[in-house]
C-alpha cells in the first residue's frame, strides 16, 4: 500500500494499492469529527473510522481473500495511526444490501452494532483492537 494523501485535521489516511493493472484495492479511515451519539466507546479507548475500503472488479468473487488482506492492512494502519492507546474502536458502515462487505467484516470479527434499515440504510459495525 503507497501513501497517496494525509489530511491532518482528522488525521485520514488515503491509500491505494496498486497491482500491473492499476489501482487493485484502495481505503481511507480517520478519526471522527464528532462521534455518533448511539456509538460508545470507553474513554481511554481511540476512535476511528474505516470510511471506505474498495476492491478492484478483478479481485472480487474469490472468496475475499485479497479484501481480507486488504482490511487487514487498514487495521494494522489504524493501529499505527493511534500509538498512544491500548485499544481502538474501528466503526464501519456498511448498505445493508451489501452482503460481501457485511461477510469481509464478519470474517474479520466486526460485530453489526445498529443494522441499517429501510429508511437508514447504513448499518454500523464495530471491532475494538487491543494491542
Not at 503507497?2 to 478519526?31: K, L, N
Not at 451489501?98 to 441499517?116: C, E, H, T, Y
Request: aromatic share 10%; proline share 5%; net charge neutral.
Amino acid at each position: 500500500m503507497a501513501d497517496t494523501a494525509t489530511s491532518h485535521r482528522w488525521d485520514q489516511r488515503f491509500r491505494i494499492a496498486e497491482d500491473v493493472f492499476g489501482i487493485a484495492a484502495a481505503y481511507t479511515h480517520s478519526r471522527p469529527a464528532s462521534r455518533h451519539p448511539d456509538l460508545r466507546v470507553p474513554s481511554d479507548t481511540a476512535c476511528r473510522y474505516l470510511l471506505m475500503l474498495g476492491i478492484a472488479g478483478r479481485y472480487r468473487n474469490q472468496g475475499g481473500k485479497f479484501a481480507d488482506e486488504v482490511l487487514l492492512d487498514a487495521l494494522y494502519d489504524i493501529l499505527e495511526r493511534e500509538p498512544d492507546h491500548e485499544s481502538v474502536a474501528v466503526f464501519a458502515r456498511v448498505d445493508r444490501h451489501n452482503v460481501p462487505s457485511q461477510k469481509m467484516l464478519s470474517r474479520a470479527d466486526f460485530q453489526q452494532v445498529i443494522p441499517g434499515t429501510a429508511e437508514r440504510r447504513l448499518g454500523w459495525w464495530l471491532l475494538t483492537l487491543d494491542r
